[in-house]
């Protein structure tokens, strides 16, 4: 099995400006000025709703002080899929941040790991068929294999 190789290992060692924004139990947020993009790592396994709530309550901020353009989201770290999680962030948090002006999303999901690949297009199907009301068919949304992919896309 391939070893994840998040944010957290790769940004030192390339040439991008960053700094470490928010760190949290559950998952860390870099900043990267210069490429108006903010990366969130998830570090856990498995990251209970609240804990998912906070740590995206709390960038929120940083996306409209620094107008940030793209988010890369590093779900390597994950090992389990929760719904409710998904939905939250697709129909609430996604639609402010669209407000906002942000409108790149970059998705880096867990690797050799098909049954959470799985667990993401259903959810996204569900998300789709139930909620009408979302701004994701506005979002350049891709999924990417690597971080530098994700930031240089």
Not at 3 to 8: L, R, Y
Not at 79 to 90: G, K, L, R
């Amino acid at each position: 099995m391939d070893k994840n190789i998040t944010a957290t290992d790769v940004l030192p060692a390339l040439s991008y400006s960053y700094e470490l924004v928010i760190e949290k139990d559950c998952g860390k947020v870099f900043l990267l000025p210069d490429q108006d993009t903010l990366i969130c790592e998830l570090t856990k396994k498995y990251v209970p709703i609240e804990e998912f709530k906070e740590i995206f309550v709390a960038i929120s901020p940083i996306i409209e002080k620094h107008n940030i353009k793209k988010f890369v989201f590093d779900k390597q770290n994950l090992a389990v899929f929760h719904q409710p999680s998904m939905e939250w962030y697709f129909v609430h948090w996604k639609k402010d941040m669209y407000a906002l002006g942000m409108k790149t999303h970059r998705k880096i999901l867990p690797k050799d790991n098909l049954s959470f690949k799985m667990a993401v297009e259903a959810g996204r199907f569900k998300i789709a068929t139930e909620f009408k009301n979302t701004v994701v068919d506005k979002l350049d949304i891709q999924y990417k294999s690597s971080i530098q992919e994700a930031i240089a896309s």
